[in-house]
């Protein structure tokens, strides 16, 4: 599913749930005030506060819909969030009101009336807050959104409250009005850990904050086994509403023009997506590694070390010297037969694939085709082009950093 489809699922999703919550607040509260239950007028002043929690959500939602503009480039995502800092401070204010009024009613305690329809109204509530929590979960799992997902677990909370109020309405019946003060306090402390809750993770998130450390460690590893990359520097991951943006930055294997960065972030992003849910957009920034030793290797005709003579053919050069370089000084070097100069078709290619083998981060070559130049270009060996006017190995390795790329094939 896209982004656009996983918010229009997560809009109907708040929006049911508001409905059904609306309904079962009206209900608790009209039989609380006709029963007496103080119990069961603190549930339905719960569960209204789940209402303003799902409509937080609903609105924040439906504002991440929005196209962004100049002014918000990054979306209205961050509106849920905001709305739900809102709503925070009104569940921790109305939780202070509940148990004031507790306190009242436990001096001067008041009978139940109606014990029957109100106990009912009690186990109905329980049962329908449960489906409630149920359907937000799922939901909320399957589009990856920690607002859905933490509002169905505050209408799990409200489970636990009406069942209080089962057991304060229960406890009344057998002659333990008490008990249904006793019952507003409990809630009351749910009401401040929901406030508080919600306050903390809609804080985070305004302030950028990425909680699931386990997610930026296997990102890491997965970058770092592409081929290309030689190590992960720095990723970041911020949660605006549903959506995550992000910025990882990387190392590369040698030198890499932008049409190999452009490829390597095309896969880096991939990985990314596999791990992370709902992911807007991400910004991959490469640079090229530092090598300590340079490994050049150049065609030549025949084994006489650096006075070798060069070879024009890359494929029908019947051996390559290997030059280890490290601050500009040779510090050993090798001549190997070339295995795919009697090769009838490909000898090219071969050879490219057979320096790739030998690590070859840079290859001098006068001429060079379309295969060889690829498997070359996307290991990450850097083409130099061979002088006219050279006549051995040495003269060429002794300005091999002031050569031309060869930037295709010639």
Not at 22 to 38: M, N, P, Q, R
Not at 81 to 102: P, Y
Not at 153 to 160: P, R
Not at 217 to 246: C, H, P, W, Y
Request: glycine content about 8%; proline content about 3%; hydrophobic content about 50%.
């Amino acid at each position: 599913m896209t982004i656009k489809n996983n918010l229009c699922s997560g809009v109907n999703a708040s929006k049911n749930s508001t409905l059904a919550l609306v309904f079962l607040a009206a209900l608790k509260g009209i039989v609380g005030l006709y029963s007496g239950s103080t119990a069961l007028i603190a549930d339905a002043v719960h569960t209204s506060l789940d209402i303003f929690t799902s409509l937080a959500v609903w609105v924040g939602f439906k504002l991440s819909l929005k196209s962004s503009g100049e002014k918000f480039p990054y979306g209205y995502y961050k509106a849920e969030n905001l709305v739900a800092l809102f709503v925070s401070v009104i569940i921790l204010v109305s939780g202070v009101e509940l148990v004031r009024e507790a306190l009242v009613s436990i001096k001067d305690p008041a009978e139940i009336g109606l014990q029957g329809i109100a106990l009912g109204t009690a186990v109905f509530s329980v049962f329908a807050i449960y489906a409630i929590y149920k359907y937000k979960a799922r939901i909320g799992r399957q589009i990856d959104s920690q607002a859905l997902i933490a509002d169905a677990m505050h209408s799990y909370t409200d489970v636990f409250s009406s069942l209080v109020v089962v057991v304060a309405i229960a406890g009344s019946m057998l002659g333990m009005p008490w008990l249904d003060s006793i019952g507003v306090l409990v809630i009351s402390l749910m009401i401040f850990r929901l406030g508080i809750g919600i306050a903390r993770d809609s804080a985070l998130v305004l302030m950028d904050a990425w909680l699931d450390k386990g997610s930026i460690t296997r990102i890491r590893q997965a970058v770092g086994d592409i081929q290309g990359v030689n190590m992960v520097e720095d990723i970041r991951l911020r949660k605006s509403g549903l959506v995550v943006f992000g910025e990882i930055v990387i190392e590369t294997e040698g030198d890499a023009d932008l049409k190999r960065v452009e490829m390597l972030s095309g896969e880096i992003k991939r990985v990314i997506k596999k791990e992370i849910k709902n992911l807007e957009h991400v910004v991959v920034n490469a640079r090229p590694g530092k090598m300590a030793v340079v490994r050049v290797a150049v065609p030549v005709e025949a084994q006489d070390g650096l006075h070798s003579k060069l070879s024009p053919h890359l494929g029908k050069a019947p051996f390559f010297i290997i030059i280890d370089i490290e601050d500009n000084n040779i510090k050993g070097w090798d001549i190997i037969e070339n295995p795919a100069a009697d090769l009838e078709r490909k000898k090219g290619v071969k050879s490219a694939e057979f320096l790739v083998s030998r690590d070859v981060n840079v290859l001098i070559v006068y001429d060079i085709g379309a295969g060889p130049f690829y498997t070359l270009h996307d290991n990450f060996v850097k083409m130099l082009q061979m002088p006219d006017a050279a006549g051995n190995v040495e003269e060429v390795v002794d300005k091999v950093f002031d050569l031309n790329v060869v930037t295709s094939p010639t």
